[in-house]
């Protein structure tokens, strides 16, 4: 992280003692209002909606605490790095409302942790401010996605604190242990993680030339760690997953073998890189353009940035399958890992018009990457509003992609913020307002109650997978199993989903159940088939 590093203050022992107290307090009450703010954002949201990912988390995360897991067989694998930190909320509460919430609380806190860090990354580049750090901190990319049960909850801190950890061993300040050991929760927490991890075992086999002992020291406890994360990966596998995950290193082979795979996977990560500046108002791009800098010149923290960076924009893009999505294109979950990293440089060279000027040109060409490659898809593909938060805040359309709108109005804040005088109000403001509009935070949610008794419960194999999916976190007190038609129910059954095919009246949705069950319209195009 330090690409400028500030040099040791000089005073009086116990002048320079007091300052450093007066610090503490303040970064732990702005850590508090931090995750009160984040909490505030996230207190009306009663229950999981992004599909199947919240419910991979918060399943896998009440398996680890003793409850049922779920047969999620066929979708991605969510990783337990995530789930085991909500471990004691499933502990807590058996509610899965309160759960929910609670969740929400454990995301402020630990999402808060991006303050502090902020304010050492930019003591670190020589300008210490803790409004600026504030104010950075709550970026929309590193925010929001603490408002869902998701790993991108943790990983921008995990990333940033891994930076400054491996920062300091390679400036002889730190061993290299627990930029070790935060590499590995990374790997346990996405696969996004693999990619950091193998940056960081590079780097320290490169270290060991110059810094054997600690190096190896570090390589250990790397190995230690990857087996641990591989070890919890491998028990949530087999236990919610008995058919398999979704295989995406398929579509990695393929496309690292194809030219259209390299186009599509180059094309796609110039979008992950122009939506990594404009969801941070163009910050990150002036970042970009230092940190790219530094790394020609051998600097080994922005070299390490770097590989993260593009490996995975590269690597996400390459694995993802072709779902017909605006998303396909331009999206900014993957990188929001390195958002705050970026915006932090940005923001310290934002006196530098080489810097602001160079992130308007590769705003630029990424977004005409983009245009060239997608082409009329951009119109005709579909556009999922959940994928483009801080887009439509700066375009104010929620049914389409306006890139060239998006892009100048990125452009334009980012001009604002390199001319006034106190970039960190209008930062705070931007922020602010953005959240506010993003998040609607006064918008109070229906408690999700499935209305279900607590015995067995069941759903045909032809049921939605949305439908499933969203039984997966109300239905705590069992796992929910398979019905085929035909066959005799479960001794403990005592709910069952079937299709409601258009048309037909509820009671024929399933000519053989029980006598004495009774029908009720279920969700998405489903019947409720219950005992009671």
């Known amino acids: ?14 002048e320079r003692a007091s300052r450093g107290h007066r610090t503490l307090r303040w970064l732990l009450l702005g850590w508090l209002a931090q995750a009160a703010f984040r909490f505030g954002l996230a207190w009306h949201r009663l229950g999981p909606n992004a599909h199947p990912d919240e419910a991979g988390y918060l399943v896998a995360a009440r398996l680890l605490a003793g409850g049922p897991g779920a047969d999620l067989s066929g979708h991605t694998f969510y990783q337990g790095g995530y789930p085991l930190l909500l471990t004691p909320v499933f502990w807590a509460a058996g509610d899965p409302v309160l759960a929910y919430r609670l969740v929400m609380l454990v995301n ?15 003591k670190r580049l020589g300008n210490a401010s803790l409004p600026l750090a504030w ?46 050991l935060l590499a590995c929760f990374a790997c346990a927490v996405h696969s996004r993680g693999s990619v950091l991890l193998a940056v960081h075992v590079v780097a320290l086999l490169l270290m ?12 250990a406890v790397t190995g230690l760690g990857y087996l641990a994360a591989d070890r919890l990966n491998a028990f949530l596998l087999a236990e919610l997953y008995p058919s398999g995950a979704l295989d995406l290193g398929g579509n990695l082979r393929d496309r690292l073998l194809s030219l259209d795979g390299q186009a599509w996977a180059l094309s796609g990560a110039a979008g992950q890189i122009w939506y990594l500046i404009t969801s941070t108002w163009g910050l990150a791009g002036a970042g970009l353009v230092v940190v790219v800098t530094a790394a020609v010149r051998r600097n080994p923290t922005a070299l390490a940035l770097c590989a993260i960076t593009f490996g995975i924009a590269y690597a996400s893009m390459a694995a993802l399958p072709d779902e017909n999505r605006v998303g396909n294109f331009a999206y900014g979950r993957y990188l929001s890992c390195v958002a705050l ?20 040109v590769i705003l630029t060409a990424t977004a005409q990457t983009v245009t060239l490659y997608a ?16 887009v439509i805040f700066l375009t104010r359309d929620s049914d389409s992609l306006e890139l060239g709108l998006a892009t100048a109005s990125a452009t334009a804040l980012l001009a604002v913020f390199a001319l006034v005088r106190r970039p960190v109000i209008v930062l705070a403001l931007v922020n602010l307002v953005a959240l506010v ?17 607590e015995g067995g419960v069941l759903t045909e194999r032809t049921v939605p997978w949305q439908v499933r999916a969203a039984l997966y976190h109300q239905v705590s007190w069992t796992k929910i199993g398979w019905y085929d038609r035909g066959r005799r129910l479960p001794s403990d059954a005592c709910t069952v989903f079937v299709p409601w095919p258009t ?15 009774q029908a009720a319209p279920g969700p998405a195009g489903t019947a409720a088939w219950t005992c009671r």
């Open 375 to 390: 082409g009329p898809r951009l119109d005709s593909a579909v556009f999922i509003p959940f994928d483009f938060p801080e």
């Open 503 to 517: 048309g037909t009246p509820v009671e024929r949705t399933w000519p053989e159940h029980p006598p004495t069950w």
């Open 437 to 453: 509009s993003i998040t609607r935070p006064l918008l109070v949610e229906q408690r999700p109650d499935p209305g279900l008794p």
């Open 135 to 180: 104010a950075a901190a709550l970026l929309p990319a590193v925010v929001i996605f603490g408002r869902h049960a998701l790993a991108d909850t943790v990983l921008p801190v995990a990333v940033l604190a891994w930076l400054l950890m491996l920062d300091r061993f390679f400036q002889g300040r730190g061993s290299a242990l627990p930029a070790s």
């Open 108 to 122: 402020a806190l630990i999402g808060a942790l991006a303050f502090p860090l902020a304010y050492l990354a930019l």
């Open 1 to 14: 992280m330090a690409i400028v590093l500030e040099k040791d203050g000089i005073g009086v022992p116990s």
């Open 341 to 360: 990293a970026y915006a932090l440089v940005g923001l310290r060279a934002l006196t530098d018009h080489r810097a602001v000027l160079g992130a308007v």
């Open 208 to 219: 060991a030339r110059r810094s054997r002992p600690p190096a190896l020291a570090g390589l």
